[in-house]
């Protein structure tokens, strides 16, 4: 029986099954062709056998190991187009082959076979409870659902990585008693085995997750792909642990796809990137959309010559020529993270470098701050971690010590002056705040892009790479800071600790919004008056645009953890809804950014900043690697500090007074009055009636000039920014 969602409804769907089988590691083999506007390839996935179907293997049983050594022996002249890669040098100039079919050819094929369809399903969203599928003989199949729209699926075959050479060491494991002779079992098995590899044998598993991807196909499998889904299955198949847990997916995007957007740079180029589309990727690939399941990946991805690859990776790829005008760009990542993290940008980009255009006075671009003394909680990394395996950099003596992370800036041609005037400059002493106030970076390096006008955000962050609007730069070391500062927080909170249901989005965005103001005053180095005087400014400015978005919008998007009592709550299969996800009016709102902020300065304010920021770091150090709830962070903070609960500040207060309520908290209309005591607030009010009235009296003259505008206007500019000490605000520029 199917449980029928309303497809009407604002409510964004996760139909992936993750309960039945969970999504390990993604291959991505992928074109870009900018004349269609399509990216097209292949992706194998990697499962292992979710919660609710594990099968327990009796003990005592052994493995038929002779009949797999022998079938190995048998394939071994089958051609598996694997090319010859050391182990011990696996790096970021591993490629896969070049094996992507054209998609005339994928078409055809799909359309001359009768085991599988491509047939568009408009009658609504569907999940199957059972996850099974009934054939006319009566038995039921198991269904695996993924999350995909706004693709061309061509074909779904099994993988046979069985016929890998050198994969035969994966059947001798303990692990492997009392698994059945049948060779589908013992591929399986051989997944298991692989995604199950501990964390110092991650560039091991690299290397056979890239041969294993790269193994023939041993089977078409059924399919059928509905407007939120793709339902896979195979014939005879009726458990998940039988399923084949390794498919490769030859696919192709639409030009129309909702996840990417085509486009040109600010130079007249064309491009293509991920946006943080409310659908998230879906339409790029097909994968597993829930925030359980998390996942690694790596990708190959060609393209003409000319254009530059970014992507959410470890390492900074270098394009490997495979023929005349194409290139190839490989990326990679060993911490896993949700699919919807993944992000890929590729255009004519160029990376900025200090005096790229002219000779220039020295400028202090390495600025760097030590750790304060209250920072020596940090040591606590000799903890064990409490995420699954992987090689965490909070393990790491060397990664701790990193103040600042390597980095890269890229841009289009026409924009690469600005950057390198600000931007360049600022990523360091932004990297080194951070690091001064959290602690150890949780990736290893970090990519700027500045992204195409048709950016509809100031900033996005993902694993290993940063999105800014262009809007950023005309304002200078401010706005370009302060934005730079909440991206970079997202590698903390959004990134290396996620929210386990996406409806509490203040996790990431207020704790991003919080942070950005302690980053960025590091990164100035301001006194601790002038830290106060602008974060209090700050505050106010913020208070008026929530009071603002409260009066002029629903109720019901005003509310931090809309799903109350039922937060993280999925169903038996794993699928679930992210309410309000789709409501067009929510893209637009800042309540999540502006009441999750307000709650954690009340927090600070009510805790003390010194020890509020210990708990800060003492929570990244415990949490990092996982997906929390807001109960979470609230009741580590509140055992750290026992006399607040004590004084009536409990979970449940704060649940109702500031996440489970609508409109402006009760706490915050009571702040309301105490901005109008701050110096720097009277200051900015004062002058902002002064210039408001001087530019009434000039429209009032229409004899006035248009030069004598212009003086008065940078007049006013020189007196705000000297207001709020941002000298380089008030450079003129030409």
Known sequence: ME???DPMKDDLPLMANTSYMLLKHYVLDLDVDFKSKVIGGSIVLFFETGSQYRKTISAGKECCQSQFDETCKMR???????????VSTCSSKMECNDFAVSGKDEEATSDENSNHSNNEQASGISSSKDCCDTEDHGNKDFLLVLDCCDLSVLKVEEVDVAAVSGIEKFTRSAKLTGVSKELENLRNQIVLELVTLPADRWKEQLYYFTHCSQAPGCGELLFSTG??????RKSGIQSPADFPHAIRIWYKTKPEGRSVTWTTDQSGRPCVYTMGSPINNRALFPCQEPPTALSTWQASVRTAAGFVVLMSGENSAEPVQLREGILSWYYYVSMPMPASTFTIAVGCWQEVKQQSFKQKAAIGTSTEFSLPSSQ?????HEEICGHMEYPCRFQNPAARLQAVIPYR???????MESCEEYLLQLVPQCLSAAYATLGTHPFSRLDVLIVPSNFSSLGMASPHIIFLSQSVLPGGSHLCGTRLCHEIAHAWFG?????????????????????EDIFWARAQQLSHDEIKEQQELKALLRWRRLRDEVQNSEEELQVLRPKKESTGEVSESGASVVKYGLKAEKIFMQVHYLKGYFLLRYLARRIGEVSYLASLRKFVVKFHGQLVLSQDFLSMLLEDIPKQKQSGLTVESIFQNWLDTSGIPKPLLEEGETWKECQLVQQVSGEVTKWIQTNRRIRKSSKKKMKQDEVVFQQGRLSFCNLIRCPSLCKKRV
Do not use: K
């Open 3 to 5: 449980t029928q969602l």
């Open 76 to 86: 071994a002249s089958e051609p598996c187009h694997i090319p010859m890669i050391n």
């Open 227 to 232: 407007t939120w889904s793709l339902e896979i």
């Open 376 to 380: 020596t909680d940090l040591r606590w």
């Open 409 to 415: 800036v890229f841009a289009p041609w026409c924009l």
């Open 495 to 515: 990134l290396a600790i996620g929210a386990r249901d996406w409806t509490e989005e203040w996790i990431s965005e207020g704790f991003a919004t919080f942070l």
